[in-house]
Each structure stands twice: as C-alpha cells, then as structure tokens.
C-alpha cells in the first residue's frame, strides 16, 4: 500500500508520517509546495504521479478567526477542496481518509456528542469543516471522515502560535497567574490520534467517526493538571466562557465521544489524563 499524506508539515501530519515510517508503510509527504488543495489541476497531477492507494487529507484552515472574516476561502478549503480530492480518490479507486472537527456542534448537549447527534455549527469554520464532511461521503464510498477535537503535538500547529500545552507552560515562566475558561472537551495528543488513524485506515469500516482522547475536562481542569504534572506553581484562575473577547461565537461543550470505533472495537485512544503523562514525557518536561 502507498499512502499520500496531504498536509503533511502540520501538526497532526508529521505524526502521521511518524507513524507511517513506524509501520514502515509507503508514503508521500505532500505540502502545499507539491500541490495546492484548491488547485484541481495540481491535486490530479500530484496523484496520477504518485498512484496512491489511499490519501490522508490533513490540510485545512484551522484559523476559526480566519474563517469568520473570509468565509468564502473557508469554504474553498474545508469544503470544495474536499470535494475534488474525494472525487479524485473515487476515480482512482483509492480510500480517503479526512478530518472534520468538534466545532461541528453548537455545544448544548451536556452529555457529549456522539456521531448520531446533529450537527449545528455556530461559526464558519464548523460550518465549512461540515460541508467538507458531507461532500467526502458523497464523493467516495471508501471515505473516512475522522471528528476530533483540541489538538497538540510536538510539531506544534502552524500559523496558530502555540498549542495550549505548550502556551500554559510558557505561561508559568511569564506569569504569576493564568486565567482560563472553563469550556468542556477532550484535549487530544496527535501521536495516538494518528495511530487511530491509520488502525482505522486499514479496514473497510467506511464511515464518519469520532475520535478523541477518552475522557471529558475542561481548559482549566486541563491547565491544573498541565501545571501539577510538571510541578509549576503558578496560580490557575478560572474564569466565565466569555471572559475572553472572540470573534465568533464558540460552543461550550464539544466533548466527543467515540461511539463508533467502540462498535467496531477500534477504540484505542487513551484517556486524556495519561495521554498528557506521556506527551510531557517525550517532552522532557516530566517523568
């Protein structure tokens, strides 16, 4: 099998390759530089070169602020670029496997969110992250449409500054006092996630799935337990879910829950707690 790997300098995308050199599984580490997601032209070029037998789509505008302010390039990247690489893949007979997100939902359901909820996005990123998710099923019958939610990994995000583990732990050298919101999730590790992925990749369990680290916190339970871990003093205060001014209109409980590769016994993502033990070992900060 041959895998090509779009997005493959961002954050989840290097752990995907990471974990494809692991397997030691063919690839090809495709960037913008090889093809520009909202160039047909260039995505059909890249392909009928590379003949993959499956493509991993990590590209994506991920600034929600972004999307807010130009929903039109929103949509021609979370969703019209979707479209074209499902189809893309269909045609070459290839599986294709994307990512979709939390913000999907309007974050009302206090229980968290399994694939059978509806969706309701609040802002243009999650409606455009929807779009895409809708066109990949439509497009390809060998699609994989992976939700997760609040990412962080070694490689850090690109054009985003810092992930929040990285930023809390900034923050304890700057600081006496970190302020944090009090919004419930599953903050996810990429190196597990992208493991998931590829156990999932491998199967012919076509579908949309959720998949997040187990376990529900919220940003500042996460901030507590980033600070007891790596024995920063620094005090946390929690604060309203509208302390901090935003430019859209965030959801307030997007907890995913992975009902689906529970099903299909292919859940094997850790919980949140010891995936943060493990993430903050390989980083050094603790043992």
């Not at 093809?35 to 493509?55: G, Y």
């Not at 009302?108 to 694939?115: A, C, L």
């Not at 809708?134 to 939610?149: D, G």
């Amino acid at each position: 099998m041959k895998i090509v790997v779009m997005g493959s300098a961002g954050q989840l995308g290097q752990d995907i390759v990471k974990v494809l050199n692991e397997k030691k599984v063919k690839y090809y580490a495709a960037t913008r530089k090889d093809a520009d997601v909202t160039r047909v032209n260039e995505i059909d070029n890249l392909f009928d070169r590379e003949k993959p037998d499956a493509v991993i789509n990590c590209a994506a505008l991920h600034d929600v602020n972004q999307c807010e302010e130009h929903p039109e390039l929103a949509m021609e990247v979370n969703a019209i670029s979707v479209s074209n690489i499902a189809k893309k893949c269909s045609d070459i007979n290839a599986k294709f496997m994307t990512m979709s997100t939390d913000y999907v939902f309007d974050g009302i359901k206090i229980e968290g969110y399994t694939e059978d909820d509806t969706p309701n996005p609040l802002m243009w990123y999650g409606k455009s992250k929807l779009a895409g998710e809708w066109f990949a099923i439509a497009n390809n019958k060998k699609a994989f449409v992976i939700r997760t939610q609040s990412l962080y990994g070694i490689a850090g995000p690109r054009g985003k500054g810092l992930h929040f583990v990285d930023l809390m732990l900034k923050f304890a050298k700057e600081k006496d006092e970190i302020k944090v919101d009090q919004c419930r999730m599953a903050p996810t590790w990429t190196y597990p996630l992208a493991n998931n992925m590829y156990a999932l990749l491998m199967t012919e369990h076509y579908g949309l799935y959720h998949m997040s680290c187990n376990g529900v916190t919220t940003w500042y339970e996460f901030a507590k337990k980033i600070m007891e871990l790596t024995n920063n003093k620094v005090k946390i205060t929690p604060v309203d879910n509208d302390f901090f001014p935003k430019k859209f209109r965030r959801p307030e409980n997007t907890y995913l829950i992975n009902k689906k590769l529970k099903e299909i016994n292919l859940d094997v993502m850790p919980d949140w707690d010891d995936a943060l033990k493990e993430y903050l070992k390989s980083k050094g900060y603790y043992v």
